[in-house]
């Protein structure tokens, strides 16, 4: 069974708004997440590292105030981007930290518009 | 130079034959190895761990050489329901231990 649950599965959206993503753990608790981003064709590249209680960290060249991470609990850990552009079209994923990290959840298309 | 390189192929191959996909990684520090499956928009998911003595699940062997910082997946009888994008997958097990991917080599098996 699922591991990992993220919604929503896909989104289309206008230019300039926001897209809210979330990966929930399932019976577990998970401290940490990595969370992803794949342009067709690429690889699956770490954006940030959320981290329940503290900041998130984030990889060279990832705009932290457009990508805005949240872990607001054990459970869930949260991706907004802001005032999304078509350059941000992309299939976003999270996966836990930990003994758990085999296991990703199913990916969010962004489309922006 | 990536950290993790692949031959993106596409690898066009009969139902039955056997294929191999190499795959070499630049961070020596690396301790954990993957082989991941990823079909068309969607997750990718775990195939095999792969270790230093080698391992089997089935119709499909991995290898690791940690001299040469290489890594392998051997495909027998192929099947159609094999066709895929297969990810190399490395990690070190210290710091924030975040997975880092390959491009992945495509697959297609042919009837």
């Known amino acids: 069974g699922a591991v990992v649950s993220q919604h929503p599965s896909r989104v289309i959206c206008k230019s300039g708004t926001s897209v809210k993503i979330e990966c929930r753990s399932l019976?577990?608790?998970?401290?940490?997440m990595f969370w992803y981003r794949q342009f067709p064709k690429q690889s699956l590249m770490l954006m940030a590292t959320?981290?329940?209680?503290?900041?998130?960290?984030?990889e060279q060249g990832v705009e932290k105030d457009k990508f805005l991470i949240n872990h607001a609990s054990l459970t869930l850990s949260t991706l907004t981007v802001t005032s999304a552009h078509p350059e941000d079209s992309s299939f976003y994923i999270c996966?836990?930290?930990?003994?758990?990290?085999?296991?990703f959840g199913q990916g969010t298309r962004l489309t922006v518009v | 130079r990536k950290e993790v390189e692949q031959d993106p192929g596409p690898f066009n191959v009969p139902e039955g034959a056997t294929v191999a996909f190499n795959c070499t990684y630049s961070?020596?520090?690396?301790?954990?190895f993957f082989w991941y499956r990823q079909d068309c928009r969607k997750e990718p998911k775990l195939l095999m761990s792969?270790?230093?003595s080698g391992n089997e699940d089935g119709r499909f062997t991995a290898q690791l050489n940690r001299a040469s910082q290489y890594i392998s997946l051997l495909i027998r009888d192929s099947k159609l329901s094999d066709s895929a994008t297969y990810l190399c997958?490395?990690?070190?097990?210290?710091?924030?231990?975040?997975?880092?991917f390959g491009s992945g080599t495509r697959l297609q098996v042919q009837p």
């Open positions: 019976d577990f608790q998970a401290t940490t």
């Open positions: 959320s981290n329940e209680g503290s900041k998130a960290t984030y």
């Open positions: 792969v270790y230093s």
């Open positions: 996966t836990p930290g930990g003994a758990r990290g085999a296991f």
């Open positions: 961070n020596s520090a690396s301790q954990s």
């Open positions: 997958v490395v990690r070190t097990d210290t710091g924030r231990r975040a997975l880092t």
